[in-house]
């Protein structure tokens, strides 16, 4: 395993990935905010929840970059458009079923059968996250591509 590889790629993979997405909300392709959304898990407090998913999903990265990695290593070899597949696969499971699971656990988010309340006043992202914009499983697929992309090109297999 390329332990350095994993480090620094998968550092410079999530930060693309973090950044796409940033930049896709503040463009207004769509109102989803990944670090946001995380935070609010662990606290009702705005300013915080921002802080705390963005660390968050930086750890999220970089587990997933060592799953990638691990996949590649099995593999043998890594390019681009491997990564670029996996990246595809992961925005898939995340827009499928990982979307549609956080209300089941995620303390302040509503759900499709039961609106809003004072302590659940966020919106439930719904299948593909197509309620926060019919833009956003465009922006998270390619966001996803473009770390798979990263790491792919750039993680070196340990032979």
Do not use: C
């Not at 990564?83 to 995340?94: R, S, Y």
């Not at 990982?98 to 006043?121: I, K, V, Y």
Request: no cysteine; proline share 6%.
């Amino acid at each position: 395993m390329n332990w350095q590889g994993w480090l620094l790629w998968g550092f410079v993979a999530t930060l693309a990935l973090t950044t796409m997405l940033s930049g896709s909300q503040a463009l207004g392709f769509t109102r989803i905010n990944i670090p946001y959304f995380l935070g609010t898990a662990f606290t009702p407090d705005r300013r915080r929840a921002k802080l705390y998913g963005f660390f968050l999903h930086m750890a999220n990265g970089w587990l997933f970059a060592v799953v990638y990695a691990f996949i590649f290593e099995s593999w043998g070899h890594a390019n681009w458009w491997l990564g670029g597949l996996l990246g595809a696969a992961q925005a898939a499971f995340v827009l499928i079923v990982g979307m549609p699971l956080m209300p089941s656990f995620h303390p302040h988010m509503a759900t499709e059968q039961h609106g809003p309340t004072a302590s659940r006043d966020l919106e439930p992202p719904g299948f593909m996250a197509l309620n926060y914009g019919v833009q956003t499983p465009v922006s998270i697929f390619i966001a996803h591509i473009l770390f798979g992309i990263i790491l792919g090109a750039f993680y070196h297999v340990h032979l």
